[in-house]
């Protein structure tokens, strides 16, 4: 088991979290403008780093959702930032 | 012809439903008002006269008190809808009643340490601010009541059946692994 760090209810089980994507994996805005190429970037493409990775994740049990940076080798979570927090670089579109 | 019926065995009589083991006894509790208060907590707290909200393992004294289940939420027990109606609230809060949606046991005893460490990953010398998390692999809200020793569990209603079974099958309450006979 692995502990994750919820930035509100602190360090819980792997198995209470949802991968939520890429950080900063935000929805193409401009509707008709939106190409099909920037589209199923949105949908398709995924960074899936070997090493330092920065993703969204969700707390089940909470309902928070907040970023997370963390290694895809050796699983160290180097931090969580809470909504809001991280100079507006929380990865969320706001 | 499938007979789907023998998946699933009859909820337990609530009200005579009781387990015990050595150091521990288990039975339901009725009847509590529950409200989901979301918004300015802090703030809600101060006008309801709560005191100070309950997390993971916290101790919840008397008839009335709330219970920290996520930043912005509270578990309110004990206010009822004639004093706080549902619905928003401009003071900057959003209060739902789930008094039947959730299910409460309530356990008592010395093993309820070790029921924790059965049912939940969480390290009981630092359990955080929030007391939601995963009990037995089901969503629960989850803290102490009244004095050390207490704890009390709320689920979902649906899924108190399957709590149930789940108690009913651990060795700490005599169970061998099955659920016992109904
Ligand atoms: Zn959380």
Redesign the pocket.
Known sequence: MQLFP?P??GP?SESEFHFGGDAGNHRPEGFRAVTDGEWSNYLHARNNPRGAANEIWM?M??G?VFRMERDTVHHRVARSFAPGEGDGHDGMAH | MLDVSSKWRPEPDWALARLSGPGITICPVTGLTQRLVSGDVDRFLARYDLGRDVGALGLALGERYAVRV?RDRLLVVGVSPAELADGWHDEGWAVTTVSAALRVVEARGEGIRDLLARGTTLDPDDPGP?AAMSFAGMMATIYGHAEAGTLRIHVDRGLASYLWEWLECQPLLGGIGEPAPR
Do not use: D
């Open positions: 919820c509100f209810c819980r707390h049990t909470c928070e | 996520a929030c």
